[in-house]
């Protein structure tokens, strides 16, 4: 599942190569595409491929829930338009899934890339079920673009639902499938290249992923919350104060690990 507005030349393609170029070769990609003056025409030569051109402008949310309702399989994953999947990333998830009929949702580590596709860091998530909740009162712990689920799981809880902002409708679903009862994993190994660069969405949108990311937390783990949480979502509520800028070499700064 790939939701996209205005896609780069280069990434876009790149993340949909990372996906046909899987170790598992039986798969679909169904891409949901927004209209945008800058989109360019892409076309791609495969029959795995299902590119849905919206006829106007969505949403973030109702991409999502129209490519989770065309998808086919019982078993969906997500992608960013300008991530990579390294190329085992989805029998690796799947063969967890298969042994872990328990688990629901399944995300991974991330391998943090730049505009020009250098690692420069990752991004650590805890990996077992306990610890994953345990951390949502903090911050989100399963990282969207790295997901695979039961399809299933996501239409029962009623899918992506979150309007009062743009993003961070993954971290309110995750929120609700925990309130639910799912159990959710993270594999221990980096399976997904995250891009991080000056025109992205993930740059672009970071004050307003603040406000939702608050929103979610008061909505969902407010009464759960520890010491450590509560000071970390006080000093959330500070950095809505500070210029966009720094808003963004902070959040770099404390949510990535650079190479050693």
């Known amino acids: 599942?790939?939701?996209?507005?205005?896609?780069?030349?280069?990434?876009?393609?790149?993340?949909?190569?990372?996906?046909?170029a899987q170790t598992i070769e039986d798969l679909e990609l169904v891409i949901v595409e927004d209209p945008s003056p800058a989109s360019p025409r892409i076309d791609f030569d495969d029959p795995r491929v299902r590119h849905i051109r919206n006829p106007s402008r969505t949403s973030l949310v109702d991409q999502r829930n129209l490519a989770l309702a065309e998808a086919r399989a019982p078993i969906v994953a997500m992608l960013d338009a300008d991530d990579i999947a390294e190329p085992a990333r989805l029998e690796r998830q799947l063969e967890f899934l298969h042994a872990h009929p328990d688990v629901g949702v399944i995300g991974s580590q991330l391998a943090v890339i730049d505009h020009d596709?250098?690692?420069?860091?990752?991004?650590?998530?805890?990996?077992?079920?306990?610890?994953?909740?345990?951390?949502?009162?903090?911050?989100?712990?399963?990282?969207?673009?790295?997901?695979?689920?039961?399809?299933h799981v996501l239409t029962?809880?009623?899918?992506?639902?979150?309007?009062?902002?743009?993003?961070?409708e993954d971290y309110e679903l995750w929120s609700r499938l925990a309130a639910r009862g799912v159990r959710f994993a993270n594999h221990?190994?980096?399976?997904?290249q995250y891009r991080v660069h000056p025109s992205?969405?993930?740059?672009?949108?970071?004050?307003?992923?603040?406000?939702?990311?608050?929103?979610?937390?008061?909505?969902?783990?407010?009464?759960?919350?520890?010491?450590?949480?509560?000071?970390?979502?006080?000093?959330?509520?500070?950095?809505l104060g500070l210029p966009p800028t720094w808003v963004l070499k902070l959040f770099v700064m404390t949510q990535y690990r650079g190479n050693t």
Do not use: C
């Not at 029962?156 to 961070?168: E, I, S």
């Not at 937390?217 to 970390?232: E, F, I, P």
């Open 200 to 239: 992205g969405t993930k740059s672009a949108m970071l004050r307003r992923m603040l406000r939702a990311t608050i929103d979610v937390k008061q909505r969902y783990w407010r009464d759960q919350m520890d010491l450590h949480a509560r000071l970390r979502l006080w000093g959330e509520h500070a950095l």
């Open 1 to 20: 599942m790939m939701p996209v507005l205005a896609p780069h030349a280069v990434y876009f393609r790149q993340a949909v190569g990372s996906i046909l």
């Open 117 to 151: 596709g250098r690692r420069v860091g990752t991004r650590a998530y805890p990996t077992e079920h306990a610890a994953i909740v345990a951390a949502m009162q903090r911050y989100n712990a399963i990282a969207q673009p790295s997901v695979m689920a039961r399809k």
């Open 156 to 168: 029962d809880a009623g899918g992506y639902q979150y309007r009062t902002y743009p993003v961070n």
């Open 188 to 192: 221990p190994d980096a399976l997904v």
